[in-house]
């Protein structure tokens, strides 16, 4: 996402919705044949999400059909983290972030990337449209953002010790900020709304569609696009897709069918000819107004990415046990976690 546009919205209702930080999951079925042959492959997904709209294009679009695939879509319990749903929903495919991922491989839960997904945490920073902190649109640089915020109240989307709050702890303290009180609004963008509008935290955190959302309402004041400053967001990875080891390793023609799959529907996406397409879909599929699938159809699409960077990855694990988000041992990298269909 760059720099965000505002402009007046005439919408009172709307399906306010934020990516749940810890993302989708997936799980485990062998081998299933769906009608007229196609192989069968099921992925669970947060309902409204706009990481779902290469997968619902490339389902309308045909693209599955003719890689041989019949998608079947599931919803993931919000009572489960990413890698305990692959198991709970008998699905083959999510999405999930890197601490999701490695988590649930430390756990006994293993699963694999095997496909690029979004490159970044699309956070946000927002506060009440009428608060004096600074704001990069105003010219100010992501450190002056961060270090207006020593001793606010600041609205987070999981709980304090989760591996979300470290890493956003961590952009903290690359500014020499120590001093806060974390609020857990939840994922949900209704309660990080009401609290920024309601003056009960300073700054709160939003992602895609909810970042939009509130841009097009103009409910809040954008302060920083967290990914364009710290490297605890710049530099380390986001979310992929994932699968359990049995599925890239008994599956590897499907798994890299569907990673081939995306790659396509992301370029139909981002092809301006294609546009309105798009833009119904991600209304229709998201439940967000037409200007507001604007906003993140032109905001978002452009940190999504089939690759699965080594470099990159293997930066992101390092640090995260470093936070402690991960243990050292068995270590979390590249090679133990990834199953890259687009190298093999």
Known sequence: MRKPRHSRAALASAALLAVAVGATACGGEDTAEGAE??????????????????????????????????????????????????EATDSDVG????????????????????????????????APVDSDLPSTEEGATWQEVLQAL???????????????????????????????????L???????????????????????????????SESGKPLLYMPEGPAAYKDYYGSGWVAPP????????????????ID?????????????????????????????AELVLDQTYGDFSTELDRERLDTTFDAYVELGILEADPEPSYDSLVHNTRED
């Open 95 to 126: 999405i999930v972030t890197v601490g999701t991922l490695g988590q649930g491989w430390q756990a006994g839960d293993p699963g694999f990337f095997f496909c690029g997904g979004i490159s970044v945490l699309q956070t946000t920073l927002m």
């Open 246 to 261: 049995e599925f890239v390793e008994e599956r590897p023609e499907t798994a890299a069918a569907f990673c081939e799959t």
């Open 37 to 86: 042959g196609n192989e069968t492959v099921r992925v669970m997904m947060f309902p409204a999400q706009s990481y779902r709209l290469p997968v619902m294009i490339a389902e309308q679009e045909g693209m599955f059909e003719q890689r041989g695939i019949k998608l079947e879509v599931t919803e993931q319990p919000a009572n489960l983290q990413g890698m305990q749903g692959l």
């Open 264 to 292: 396509e529907a992301l370029e139909f996406i981002q092809d301006p000819a294609n546009r309105e397409t798009s833009l119904d879909l991600l209304a229709e599929d998201t439940g967000v107004t037409r200007p507001v």
């Open 150 to 184: 020593e001793g606010k109240k600041i609205g987070i989307q999981t709980p304090v010790g989760s591996g979300l709050q470290k890493i956003f702890a961590a952009a903290l303290a690359e500014a020499g900020v120590e001093d806060v009180t974390y609020v857990n």
């Open 186 to 216: 939840g994922g949900g963008s209704s309660a990080a709304i009401a609290a920024i509008d309601n003056g009960s935290v300073d700054v709160a955190q939003f992602n895609p569609t909810g970042t939009q959302y509130v841009l097009e």
